[in-house]
């Protein structure tokens, strides 16, 4: 005897209907965030030029405070902002502010600057790593944009008397989302009114064509190709001084608004933000990018961390206002204790306290 | 021993019935949610895209936007996909070249030349080869398939090969086409190799005797009976192997170089794929306030998701073309796995 189709079909029905309830089943019992026992695991995800300052502040803060498990990841800047954004993070960590219109899809983020950064421009050169070659933003837009040589007249005549080699440069670029990208591309924008005209400032631009140049995925990516490629250069945050100096490349001294060419230096990145600070406005999305004085390093910023104002719980909400205020105290997480080891710089006091009223916003 | 009763047999049929039919489904499902996601960038780039060499997200910070063909974008916003066209399909040819030969060497020597005890052996280590995760083939590749082609065996090629126009130098880092090709060829041999060896394993042995009967040598053996027997079904191998060239991601992303807006000039120069370049851009996409460049990525993944829809549905037609001219047992051996 056969079943009637109908029953055929209904069964299977019936089986798919199990199958797709007990699938989902198992979806939803693997969620992050606040769990029973006031346990709270946040994730933070972003600028691999932040990531190691998030390495050495979540031990210290997660072993007095028991209850909360931070997860740090350093996944670019672009993925820190999408991420806080869309809820997957807790924490975006990001080099570089939102830009209005994305804000204004999304209102209600937040962009709080934590500390301040400076970005190197590292080169590998044989025989010219120790000297700290000069360049400035024209230079570094036509490493950029075409083929250049080591010896071209718009190195050479920044660099008197230097005995430059008569190699192509491979100039290195990010291939993800960067805040890195961003800053030396604003620097670039700030300086070269072609770049400005051309690609532009942005976390991932148009590089424009140049034969050879090569996409490297975070700083770590850059600082390996630079040891890899003899003649090669590209930029590095300066919470990489460590890894780049243990790598023997060159640091080029650049050339800033008032046309001196400076080093990354502690007193350089502070006078550069001492000229700029004051102008940052309550929501403290500004680039610090290029600041006039005899002695400003030209590429600083602020290092954001990127958080939704309003979070999924109150738990959460409290986990995350609690980790950002002990972070950003003079005394806690914003102490040169914490921020020498990766060669940031402590934010001016003002500043702080713009950065605190934004973090008082938090809630669920 | 007792036959399934109806209402088992009717609810195995019903569930297996579902099951075949839900793979169909997907395919339509993912086919045509990524359609609707391009659709914006279809709209706003239009025929432009397929040849284009320009990849750029535009000046999300500059606050100013162009309208064109009633799709809004960030001013300057272009969206090309020759460069990661031409990417994708270079270093899946040179996986190929480079895999298919040595795939067909090793399927043979575990099928005809191997004793039975080794074969078994070499057999598990080349099917643990493909359960090996991309990342670290992508490792590897940085590490050691980069410089080992920046150093040594891309300066060697100029001077060997060099009077080719696509063979001459620079070499350049080692990072780029090349690189990704032989790390791609890497990931591709397990699987071309595991499947041909089975193909190869159903050549039936009374041929086979038939051959050594008449006195061929084993090389003339596998030459003239066991490789054109088990030809179509070692083009549906290499197909898949070619798929999974097309598709990978990650290994390619660390080894390619990513090259944006251009195209490679020798066969060391960095490159971009459409799927590296999907995952590099992706993040910093969804900032883009308009959506535009989360569009241009969907309708690059639409691109390459009917490329390979369309090399796998070249398959049957390829094999049974072949089968003809070799004049074999029309579907021998042409079973898909």
Redesign the interface.
């Known amino acids: ?3 009637p189709k109908a ?3 209904l ?3 019936a ?2 209907g199990v199958l797709a309830v007990s699938l989902a089943g198992c979806g939803t019992s693997s969620s992050t965030g606040p769990s029973s026992g006031g346990q709270v695991s946040l994730l933070e995800t972003g600028s691999t030029l932040l990531y190691p300052l998030f390495n050495i502040w979540v031990p210290d803060y997660t072993a007095k405070n028991t209850n909360i498990h931070i997860t740090t990841q350093g ?2 800047s ?2 820190g ?3 806080a ?2 809820g997957s993070a807790q924490i975006g960590a990001s080099d570089a502010y ?5 804000l ?2 999304t209102p209600g983020m937040l962009n709080i600057p934590m500390a301040i950064s400076a970005q190197q421009i590292n080169y590998n050169v044989p025989g010219l790593n120790d000297v700290h070659l000069k360049l400035n933003g024209p230079a570094l837009a036509k490493i950029y944009s075409q083929t250049t040589y080591w010896d071209d007249p718009a190195i050479a005549t920044l660099n008197p008397g230097m005995k430059l080699p008569h190699k ?1 440069i ?1 100039p290195v670029h990010r ?4 805040g890195d990208t961003f800053i030396f591309t604003q620097y670039l924008t700030f300086s070269t009114p072609s770049w400005k005209a051309g690609p ?18 975070g700083n770590p990516g850059m600082v ?2 630079l040891q ?2 003899q003649y ?1 250069i590209a930029y590095v945050g300066i919470s990489w001084l460590d890894q780049t100096n243990a790598a023997k490349l060159g640091e080029a001294q650049l050339q800033n608004y008032d046309g001196n060419f400076v080093l990354p230096t502690p007193d350089t990145i502070q006078a550069a933000a001492n000229a700029l600070y004051k102008t940052t406005p309550q929501d403290e999305r500004i680039s610090l990018v290029f600041a006039s004085g005899a002695n400003s390093y030209p590429i600083i910023n602020y290092e954001y961390a990127i958080i939704n104002q309003k979070q999924a719980n109150a738990d959460t909400a409290t986990a995350v206002k609690n980790f950002l205020t002990w972070a950003l105290s003079p005394t806690g997480g914003g102490s040169t204790t914490y921020l020498d080891k990766v060669h940031f710089q402590p934010l001016p006091p003002s500043i702080v306290t713009l950065s605190q009223n934004q973090i008082n916003k938090i809630g669920s | 021993m007792s036959r399934p009763t109806p209402w088992r047999e009717s609810l195995i049929r019903a569930t297996s019935g579902i099951c075949a039919a839900s793979a169909l489904f997907f395919l339509f499902a993912v086919l045509a949610v990524m359609f609707v996601f391009a659709w914006p960038s279809i709209i706003f780039n239009g025929w432009h895209f397929l040849w284009g060499v320009p990849w750029s997200i535009g000046n999300l910070y500059g606050g100013n936007f162009v309208v064109h063909n009633g799709i809004e974008a960030p001013q300057g916003a272009e969206y090309g996909m020759l460069v990661f066209l031409v990417g994708t399909v270079l270093t899946s040819l040179i996986a190929l070249v480079v895999a298919v030969p040595v795939s067909l060497g090793v399927a043979v020597f575990l099928t005809e030349v191997a004793p039975a005890r080794l074969a078994a052996a070499v057999g598990v280590l080349v099917e643990l080869l493909s359960g090996v995760p991309s990342v670290v083939f992508g490792l590897w590749g940085v590490e050691v398939v980069a410089p080992l082609v920046g150093h040594g065996l891309g300066i060697f090629l100029t001077r060997t090969l060099g009077f080719i126009p696509f063979f001459a130098g620079p070499v350049g880092t080692g990072v780029g086409l090349l690189s990704a090709g032989l790390v791609l060829a890497v990931m591709i041999i397990p699987i071309i190799a595991a499947i041909s060896r089975d193909i190869l394993a159903r050549v039936p042995r009374d041929m086979k005797e038939q051959g050594l009967a008449l006195g061929v040598t084993r090389w003339e053996l596998v030459r003239t009976i066991v490789l054109p027997y088990a030809r179509s079904g070692i083009i549906g191998a290499v197909v898949l192997g070619l798929g999974r060239a097309m598709g990978e991601t990650m290994a390619v992303l660390m080894v390619s170089g990513s090259a944006i807006n251009i195209l490679p000039h020798n066969v060391y120069s960095p490159v971009g794929t459409m799927a590296a370049n999907i995952v590099a851009l992706l993040d910093s996409a969804m900032t883009d306030s308009t959506g535009m460049a989360v569009h241009a990525l969907a309708e690059l993944a639409l691109a390459l998701f009917m490329i390979t829809l369309i090399v796998n549905l070249l398959v049957p037609v390829v094999t049974s073309g072949v089968n003809i001219i070799a004049g074999t047992v029309p579907g021998a051996g042409g079973e898909k796995h």
């Open positions: 005897m056969r079943k029953w055929k079909l069964t299977g029905l089986v798919a996944t670019g672009g993925t902002i999408s991420q954004t869309n939102m830009n209005d219109a994305f204004q899809k192509v491979v291939s993800d989302g960067s532009n400032a942005g976390l991932n631009i148009s590089w424009p064509a140049v034969q050879g140049g090569v996409g490297a995925n390996q190709a890899q490629n090669s």
